[in-house]
């Protein structure tokens, strides 16, 4: 099986440049960054989902959280989860995704997975499905099978790349492999490139990383 193509960028690309892509690319989905957030501040994201969903893309929001290594906050532990995740589930609502939408936490390490971080995740995925929705994960796909053995309720965005260098990638059929290729078999996304350099037509250029998920709307909520 294939996947369906996205990407995440830290700041929003813009109007003009978000319907290039929707009318001359491959791409069907992207990350909107919930903010604030500890690790990131950047609130060009907010309030952009019911566009984004008109014109028919799929949202997917992730919460940049405390981390274990620079940059951003690194103040993990269950109590800063909780606050946290109750701040990711607020946000996400603010946004107008529906109950028991899929809210991704961002953890930039690799292996190992340990206190304080384990209590942190747990107490952020408590507290983000407390509220009504569903936690996922984005990580390395050398800590993903650890991850969703302490929570085994949440959905796995592995990264799994073959550099971190900004570098161009060309024309506008972006790569859709299965997520299941990501190292990590139950992966509902695969982040398969970082610091992309795309075109978004009329000479500009975006620097983004390029994902696959098993669904075309990977934030929304699961049907059973």
Not at 48 to 68: D, E, M, N
């Amino acid at each position: 099986m294939t996947g369906y193509s996205g990407f995440d960028t830290s700041a929003y690309p813009g109007d003009e440049q978000i319907s290039w892509l929707k009318a001359n690319t491959n791409l069907v989905w992207c990350a909107l960054y919930l903010s604030p957030a500890p690790s990131h501040n950047d609130g060009s994201w907010m309030g952009k989902r019911a566009s984004l969903a008109q014109a028919g893309w799929g949202v997917v929001p992730i919460f940049v959280g405390q981390q274990v290594i620079p940059p951003g906050s690194l103040d993990p532990s269950a109590a800063t989860g909780a606050t946290d995740g109750a701040s990711a589930a607020s946000l996400t609502a603010s946004e107008g995704f529906p109950p028991g939408s899929v809210v991704y936490l961002d953890l930039e390490n690799g292996p190992p997975l340990q206190s304080p971080q384990t209590d942190y995740v747990q107490a952020w995925c408590t507290a983000v499905s407390d509220a009504g929705f569903q936690p996922g994960i984005y990580c390395s796909h050398l800590m993903a099978a650890d991850v969703a053995g302490l929570v085994p309720n949440a959905a796995i965005w592995a990264f799994k790349v073959s550099t971190t260098q900004t570098h161009p990638v060309t024309g506008t059929d972006f790569p859709d492999s299965d997520p299941s290729g990501s190292g990590y078999a139950e992966a509902a996304i695969w982040q398969l490139g970082q610091n992309c350099q795309i075109s978004a037509g009329n000479g500009q250029t975006l620097l983004v990383d390029l994902d696959s998920a098993t669904s075309p709307d990977p934030g929304a909520p699961v049907v059973a």
